[in-house]
C-alpha cells in the first residue's frame, strides 16, 4: 500500500526559438490557499525540488535560475505553468512541479517530460528548370 503524494507525468512537445510553455496548477478557493511552490529539472524528489530553476512564496518569484524560466501565469489564481522563453534543444528533459501543501506527504507533484525540437527551418529553394532548344 503506497501512501503519500501522488505524482502525475505528463509530456510536453515544443520547437526550438518558440517559448515553452509547462502546464501547473492548484486549487485556490481562497487567499489563504495561495502557497508556495518550485520547478525543478528531474523528477520530483520527496521534498522541495532537485536543480531548482524557480521558486515562488505563492505572491510573487522568489528566486529565478535564469530569465528565460518565467511564471506569466496568474499565481494568486493558481496558475504556476512554467514558460521556457526561446527554448532550446539543451532544455529537453524532466520537470518537477511542487505546489507545497500544508500537511505531511500532501504536496502536488507533476513531472513533465519536456521535449524541444529542432526549428523546422523551410529548406525549399524556388525551382528553375531550363530546358535546352534545339534547332
Known amino acids: 500500500l503506497s501512501t503519500g503524494s501522488t ?3 505528463f509530456i510536453v512537445i515544443g520547437e526550438a526559438g518558440q517559448d515553452v510553455t509547462v502546464p501547473c496548477h492548484y486549487s485556490v478557493r481562497d487567499k489563504n490557499a495561495i502557497t508556495s511552490m518550485c520547478w525543478g529539472r528531474d523528477r520530483c524528489p ?3 525540488c532537485s536543480r531548482p530553476i524557480i521558486w515562488t512564496d505563492g505572491w510573487r518569484v522568489t528566486e529565478q535560475h535564469s530569465s528565460r524560466y518565467q511564471l506569466k501565469g496568474d499565481l494568486q489564481k493558481g496558475d504556476v505553468s512554467l514558460t521556457i522563453v526561446n527554448a532550446m534543444e ?3 528533459g524532466i520537470y518537477c512541479c511542487r505546489v ?3 500537511g505531511w506527504f500532501n504536496d502536488q507533484l507533476i513531472n513533465h517530460k519536456v521535449v524541444v525540437n529542432k526549428a523546422r527551418i523551410s529548406t525549399a529553394r524556388p525551382h528553375t528548370y531550363t530546358s535546352e532548344q534545339t534547332s
Open 7 to 9: 505524482v502525475s507525468e
Open 46 to 48: 520527496n521534498s522541495k
Open 90 to 92: 539543451a532544455d529537453s
Open 100 to 102: 507545497e501543501l500544508p
